[in-house]
């Protein structure tokens, strides 16, 4: 199995920054990409940013310039970089990554719990 754990949330005020981290750990025996999707009070779970495992990345329009994903691949770790953070930004942030276990030999996405992100003065 696989867990996904995220950290970093908080509140913070309009202009902030926070940096999100999540680690995966477990039987793994390769990441082939990670993402961060929130979801809002009422709203759908969006994508917010991913990072393929060859480096590439994709952002929402809504955060580009604002955000940044990268990732510490030894360490099985993703980040997201949030400047410049607006009210609109609160939601809960999930991370997601798709992985090969290495027991039993088989890819699968999972999903993290969760961190909290609020937005206010």
């Known amino acids: 199995q696989v867990q996904l754990v995220e950290s970093g949330g908080g509140l913070v005020q309009p202009g902030g920054s926070l940096r999100l981290s999540c680690a995966a750990s477990?039987?793994?025996?390769?990441?082939?990409?990670m993402h961060w999707y929130r979801q809002a009070p009422g709203k759908q779970r969006e994508l917010v940013a991913g990072?393929?495992?060859?480096?590439?990345?994709n952002y929402a329009d809504a955060v580009k310039g604002r955000f940044t994903i990268s990732e510490d691949t030894a360490k099985n770790t993703v980040y997201l970089q949030m400047n410049s953070l607006k009210p609109e930004d609160t939601a809960i942030y999930y991370c997601?990554?798709?992985?090969?276990?290495?027991?039993?030999?088989?890819?699968?996405?999972?999903w993290g719990q969760g961190t909290q992100v609020t937005v206010s003065s």
């Open positions: 990072v393929l495992s060859g480096g590439d990345t």
């Open positions: 997601n990554a798709h992985v090969v276990t290495k027991t039993p030999l088989r890819a699968s996405w999972y």
């Open positions: 477990g039987s793994i025996f390769s990441i082939d990409a």
